[in-house]
């Protein structure tokens, strides 16, 4: 299986929590953090649940809060992906 | 102006419970005074596929308490429950026969009215969610009486013989102040002279569990039930669900003291607030909660030094501890750090809707017996939340005043307070 | 101790009995949607009744509703995962509300405002979504906003966010009576402390597990013509139809009002003068509905007598027995055929909690242009003794309405709305 990418977490974030109309998600947006976003605790964790049933991987129960930008979700979905392999 | 409306003041006149770990107000007192818990692994479904499988059940029975089977048939678990605790209350009190229908309201508070009915015949009408099966004859014949929560109302309106204003109040899980708020707003302003009111919920269910699995907000603490609710402790990792009912019969004071009623408290004042910041988050600072309870206690005239005891939301998710926290220092100033603070949902845990009117008779309870409950399974105390939390072991003391508050999804913050019949001037 | 403005200490006994003014207010229903729209619809009597389209209603014994489908593209993209349709019209109509009342509730002081809503059932196809995904797929495919967008109380919750309400709010139930029971509690509120609040309900949940709960009422029509299927006060009169819908309504302490520099006469819609709410006696009793105590006190908290009201806005449930209470309940209070009567909502459908408020704003449209709106469809009335205002609008000065609202189970409720003085 390959790396989860930002495109995907771009499409899943959209669909699970819809899109803040005033700020883009099409830029460079791996260091932006998701409250810039305008995402909230459970945007996130609405979008990595769909995230966790679509890879069929759990990730641990702290990664979602310390997650604060795309690219450390990004990277704590992939490192549980790594392990799973 | 003496009162909020005019001169008239309202007062408990009769309790009835039933919560975890027994039914009825004498058990629910003692239990909690000894610091025990009533959480437990899940037994009424198969909860082994959810992320938390613990509660605070009740071993309810309901024929035992009094309910004929067709009753038990037609009513979902949260009517049930205030059926009974009503019955409770106004043998309690008295009131049947001594108030006039005309002038006797009933408000029920709940947040998931008969969710626990509704879910499970979901699951007869769509096959388990595999098939939709639209003959209508599938359906129980209940269903609207689940569908739309005022059912609950109507029973027990039917049963105080209450031709007043009768309703349900819901606020998430606020809705157990929220409702003897707007009961007590309904004596002081004269459309009743009794108010029949309290909250219930019973949704110990699959949906619900799975709803609040779904934003870990519940304690994965599966492996230790007993011990999983620890609120206001370094360790805690969620509420633990829980179920009830309390039940009060409210009556304007003249009105209890010319039928020579035993008064147990008089609800002094209440506020609700919303943080309009969001359904499910709250603010760090606590600004609304402390609004809420500065401005129950303007309404009941009293100032912070006069608080014996703090009934807290203590739900046990760090968000709400510091959260309540912050609220209690910025609304009780220095007084926040002498005065004792507790939280039954160690022991009971949160029953949602329910909470607030069980926390209430937990309330009226303290006052008239002069003893704080504690805060079970408080062993390593947050550092963040450096205030009196009662841990563990019941506290004697003279109780003229107490702050009961609670927080809820939708952003409601409310706050109650209750006195010693006579104490407040 | 740290006290907000807006508090009850600052109240005076005056301010206990004070008449809130309305100055917005917000509507959809089946036939219009936005307050114009549906007020020009009501008096063409043009009816939204209709099949239902949202899902296939064959091999339901009940197929009509009035639908509202709503342009939702005024609504945040973040709030559409979060909301069920009910709470998406909700959103709708308390902006219209905020905008025809001239009021920025950003610049209100802290907890100057709040909402109260009535609600019968809450997020009901938000929930039948999630019910099925948790009974066909697993816990896991729940929605992290299904704890909230189901709740009875969403609507309060999400509008609070939305305008920025922080006083005093909440949500009541009492199914069809729900709604009225709102206003007044919206009242309390506004008399207590609280000098702006959002009031009313809007309701409806169009979709198959809500359609079978409400088909288990008994009272749904199984008609399928829409100009025969909802007639209150008809000899045909079987069930009624559901609709989606209902109205917000802006109300302010009048001092509130005249400070923000409104004129309190001329630039408002009118005043919330009397409300009351009764249960009926237990079934098999022999005492009588609680309506006729509901519309009494309603009129002594008014201040009126029963010659001063101008017209009435009936509950008509289009069951014949409920019809004939409540119409011998109208005629014991005004006299044979004492006062005009109407029933709107047989364009709309009856709209749970959203129906009370709904006539309430119909009733103040109604008394700005002098107007009563017709009840359509009544080819055969049941001969009670009331003056039902039926087919065309009639026209005459007016004043003072009140309007009605009953509760499955037994719940009264009544409202007194007057032009403002």
């Given at each position: 299986m390959g790396a989860f990418t930002i495109t995907e977490l771009v499409d899943t974030l959209r669909e699970s929590a819809g899109e803040d109309e005033d700020i883009t998600l099409d830029g460079d947006i791996l260091t932006v953090t998701f409250e810039d976003l305008g995402y909230d605790s459970l945007a996130l964790l609405n979008t990595v649940s769909r995230i966790e049933r679509e890879l069929g991987v759990r990730l641990p129960d702290g990664a979602i809060t310390e997650a604060n930008t795309p690219a450390e979700l990004l990277d704590a979905v992939n490192n549980t992906l790594a392990e799973t392999v | 102006m003496t009162a909020a409306f005019g001169s008239r003041r309202v007062v408990v006149t009769g309790i009835g419970v039933v919560a975890p770990g027994g039914v009825g107000t004498k058990q629910f007192w003692q239990m909690l005074t000894d610091g025990r818990t009533a959480t437990r692994a899940i037994t009424s479904f198969d909860a082994s596929r959810f992320r938390s499988r613990i509660a605070a059940e009740i071993d309810f029975d309901a024929v035992a308490c009094g309910l004929s089977q067709r009753q038990i048939r037609k009513w979902d678990r949260t009517t049930q429950f205030a059926v009974v605790a009503t019955r409770e209350a106004l043998e309690d009190s008295g009131i049947l026969g001594e108030s006039v229908p005309e002038r006797t309201g009933v408000m029920v508070g709940t947040a998931c009215g008969a969710t626990t009915s509704l879910d499970r015949e979901y699951a007869i009408v769509s096959d388990e969610g595999s098939t939709w099966l639209v003959d209508e004859s599938h359906a129980s014949p209940y269903l609207y009486d689940y569908y739309v929560p005022s059912s609950m109302a109507a029973e027990v309106a039917w049963l105080a013989d209450a031709q007043g204003p009768v309703g349900i109040v819901s606020t998430g899980c606020t809705s157990g102040i929220d409702v003897l708020g707007h009961a007590m707003d309904q004596i002081l302003d004269g459309s009743a002279d009794v108010m029949v009111a309290g909250a219930s919920d019973a949704s110990i269910s699959p949906i619900t569990v799975a709803c609040f699995d779904a934003i870990k907000?519940?304690?994965?603490?599966n492996d230790d039930p007993t011990t999983a609710s620890r609120p206001f402790d370094a360790t805690r990792d969620g509420f633990v669900l829980g179920e009830g009912a309390a039940m009060f019969v409210l009556e304007e004071a003249e009105h209890a003291r010319r039928r020579g009623a035993r008064v147990y408290a008089e609800l002094a004042g209440s506020a609700n607030r919303c943080n309009a910041y969001s359904m499910t988050g709250l603010r760090p600072d606590g600004l609304e909660m402390a609004d809420a309870i500065s401005a129950a206690m303007v309404r009941a005239r009293l100032d912070p030094a006069d608080v014996d005891y703090v009934n807290a939301h203590g739900s046990a998710t760090k968000q709400n501890d510091r959260h309540e926290t912050g609220a209690f220092k910025r609304s009780l100033g220095h007084h926040a750090y002498r005065v004792p603070i507790s939280s039954i949902k160690s022991m009971i845990g949160h029953s949602l809707g329910a909470i607030c009117a069980l926390e209430a008779a937990a309330c009226v309870l303290a006052v008239e017996h002069s003893v704080v409950p504690p805060t079970a399974n408080l062993h390593n105390p947050d550092p963040e939340c450096d205030l009196d939390y009662v841990p563990n072991i019941a506290r004697e003391l003279p109780v003229n005043t107490v702050v009961s508050v609670a927080s809820g999804f939708g952003g409601f913050q409310s706050a109650l307070v209750v006195t010693k019949p006579g104490w407040r001037a | 101790m740290s006290v907000s403005p807006a508090h009850h200490a600052n109240r005076t006994e005056a301010d206990l009995r004070v008449a809130p003014v309305i100055t917005g207010l917000g509507v959809l229903a089946a036939n219009g949607i936005g307050v114009e729209e549906y007020w020009a619809a009501v008096l063409s009597g043009e009816s939204g009744l209709a099949e239902i389209t949202r899902f296939d209603p064959a091999g339901y014994s009940a197929k009509l509703a009035g639908q509202v489908d709503a342009d939702f593209s005024a609504l945040p993209n973040r709030l559409m995962p979060q909301t069920d349709h009910m709470t998406r019209l909700a959103l709708l109509a308390a902006a219209e509300a905020f905008e025809d009342a001239d009021v920025d509730p950003h610049q209100l002081p802290e907890y100057a405002a709040g909402v109260i809503t009535g609600a019968s059932a809450g997020g009901f196809e938000f929930g039948q979504r999630e019910l099925e995904a948790l009974w066909s797929k697993g816990g896991e495919y729940v929605s992290a906003y299904q704890s909230f967008a189901w709740f009875y109380p969403v609507n309060s919750g999400q509008i609070s966010i939305r305008h920025a309400l922080r006083g005093a709010s909440g949500t009541v139930v009492a199914e069809q009576a729900g709604g009225l029971d709102a206003l007044g509690k919206a009242r309390r509120n506004i008399r207590t402390g609280t000098d702006l609040m959002v009031a009313g309900a809007v309701d409806g949940s169009l979709c198959p597990w809500g359609w079978l709960c409400q088909i288990r009422s008994g009272r749904l029509t199984d008609a399928t013509d829409p100009a025969a299927a909802f007639l209150p006060f008809d000899r045909r009169a079987a069930g009624h139809v559901p609709g989606e819908g209902g109205a917000l309504l802006i109300m302010e302490h009048p001092e509130h009002v005249a400070r923000r520099g409104v004129d309190p006469v001329h630039e408002v819609h009118g005043v919330l003068a009397g409300h009351s709410a009764t249960f009926d006696p237990a079934p098999g009793s022999d005492a009588p509905s609680g309506l006729r105590r509901a519309i009494e006190q309603a009129l002594r908290d008014a201040g009126i007598s029963p010659r001063e009201v101008d017209v009435v806005f009936a509950d008509g449930a289009g069951v014949p027995h409920l019809d004939a209470a409540e119409a011998t309940a109208i005629a014991e209070v005004f006299g044979p055929r004492g006062v005009p009567v109407t029933v709107p909502k047989t364009m709309t459908g009856r709209l749970l909690a959203g129906g009370g408020p709904l006539d309430v704003a119909t009733a103040l449209l109604s008394i700005r242009d002098g107007v009563i709106p017709p009840t359509v469809n009544i080819e055969r009335p049941a001969g009670h003794p009331i003056d039902l205002v039926r087919d065309t609008p009639r026209e005459t000065p007016l004043t003072t309405a009140l309007v009605l609202a009953r509760g499955h189970g037994g719940f009264n409720s009544a409202v007194v709305v007057r032009r403002a003085a």
């Open positions: - | 907000a519940t304690s994965a603490r | -």
